[in-house]
Every structure is written in structure tokens, then in C-alpha cells.
């Protein structure tokens, strides 16, 4: 268990996938850029075996932004995608309505 000033310091904000692509060193990541608002961010997400690239391009996605960063295979990932499983595969979280880039969530 976590308490409330805790969960407080995480930094989710709304999305969207500006760039995606493939990385040939791995059969799991994708490379996608995300608009936060104030700035683009590179992620590495191990989604490769469920979404190709133009199916993401576009949507609005929920993201830790306050994460240390992170080399994975020669590249930085500054940030974390939150998805639920549903059936063995991820499902973005998003929002019910449109919502600008960098957009707190509360």
C-alpha cells in the first residue's frame, strides 16, 4: 500500500502519439514519440506484438512523465504508457473526451 502523498508525487498527463516506429533490435518495443504539451517525449513501449506503428499515430494516451529515464538498446525512454490487459493484450488508457496534450490528470 501507498498513501496519498505518495501516489500524488506521479505525473500523468495526456498524450498523443505524434511518431511511431519499429526498433530492429527488438520483436517487443516501439519507438513513439508523444506530444505532452510543452515538449515531445521518446517512449519505449514493449506493444510491438499488438499494435503496428499507423495504428497509434494519433491517439491519446495517458503518461508518467516524471520517471527517471531509461536506455533500452541504445535508446532513452523518458516516460511510461499506462494500458490495462484485457484477453493477453494491452489497452491504452485514454480520456472520454478530446483533451489537449499535457493535460494533468487528476
Known amino acids: 500500500m501507498i498513501n496519498q502523498d505518495d501516489f500524488k508525487k506521479i505525473d500523468l498527463r495526456v498524450g498523443r502519439v505524434v511518431e511511431a516506429r519499429e526498433i530492429e533490435k527488438s520483436d517487443k518495443l ?3 514519440k508523444i506530444d505532452i504539451g510543452e515538449e515531445t517525449r521518446q517512449v519505449l513501449a514493449g506493444i510491438r506484438k499488438y499494435y503496428k506503428p499507423n495504428e497509434i499515430i494519433g491517439k491519446n494516451v495517458v503518461v508518467v512523465i516524471n ?3 531509461k536506455e533500452m ?4 525512454s523518458e516516460g511510461m504508457l499506462l494500458a490495462a490487459e484485457s484477453e493477453g493484450r ?3 488508457l485514454t480520456t472520454e473526451r ?3 496534450p499535457g493535460s494533468l490528470i487528476l
Open 30 to 32: 516501439l519507438l513513439l
Open 67 to 69: 520517471l527517471e529515464p
Open 73 to 76: 538498446l541504445g535508446f532513452k
Open 90 to 92: 494491452p489497452i491504452f
Open 98 to 100: 478530446e483533451a489537449l
